[in-house]
């Protein structure tokens, strides 16, 4: 079946520019997540969604950073005023639930920010 | 605070011999152990999960360890082969949701 798919699978932009990133799970997975990993560094959690629960936003790094799940399915991971140390390599994750299911991972969408 | 802890260097090994790769963690017991195996270019993949109550785990020529006492695991993979090459990720339950990984460990096996 079809995994989790991300897109766009790059974008450029400009310092100062908003940038939206999509992400879209696996069909009946109920927990998405998304990550953030820096060239030659490891992943860094962003924010976490589980059903209708409020979303966990402990891991973004500013109030910059914002992301929204519709419908319990499509997310959109927005970043507003970008900065150059936004560039890193966005992945999204989905699992079946919020225990400890293995996740599975989109390829991620390259951000530089110049 | 908590803290998990990968070689950062690179593991070269030539084909056919075992790779070990080593995942330590400080200040916490996870519940379990995730390894994941990541692709230049590409998202994680999910390869083995390991309970506390579990010593070990096999699957097809990868095994994984886990010690709770020395607070490590370890992930062995046999009969090693070039397309074994990549960057395997470890990442202990923190106790939230969503993962908290090593740093990784690149894995070069040489024809």
């Known amino acids: 079946g079809a995994g989790v798919s991300q897109s766009p699978s790059n974008k450029v932009t400009e310092k100062g520019k908003d940038v939206e990133l999509r992400c879209d799970p696996i069909s009946g997975h109920t927990a998405l997540y998304w990550y953030r990993q820096s060239l030659g560094q490891g992943l860094e959690f962003l924010i976490y969604?589980?059903?209708?629960?409020?979303?966990?936003k402990s891991g973004l790094p500013s109030d910059r950073f914002s992301a929204e799940r519709t419908g319990g399915s499509v997310s959109t991971l927005t970043i507003q005023r970008t900065q150059q140390e936004d560039s890193a390599v966005y992945l999204c994750a989905s699992s079946p639930r919020a225990t400890n299911d293995e996740q599975f991972f989109g390829p991620g969408t390259r951000l530089t920010v110049l | 605070s908590q803290k998990i802890e990968q070689n950062s260097e690179a593991l070269n090994i030539q084909e056919g011999k075992t790779a070990t790769l080593t995942c330590n963690y400080t200040?916490?017991?996870?519940?379990?152990l995730q390894w994941y195996r990541q692709d230049p270019g590409r998202g994680p993949v999910f390869l083995l999960l390991?309970?506390?109550?579990?010593k070990e785990k096999r699957k097809e020529r990868l095994k994984v360890t886990f010690d709770t006492t020395l607070k490590q695991s370890l992930f062995h993979i046999t009969a090693s082969q070039p397309a074994d090459s990549a960057t395997y990720l470890c990442?202990?339950?923190?106790?939230?949701?969503?993962?908290?990984f090593g740093s990784g460990t690149r894995l070069q096996v040489q024809p």
């Open positions: 969604f589980q059903g209708n629960s409020a979303p966990d």
């Open positions: 390991i309970r506390e109550n579990e």
């Open positions: 990442a202990p339950d923190t106790g939230r949701r969503a993962l908290t």
């Open positions: 200040n916490y017991s996870p519940a379990y």
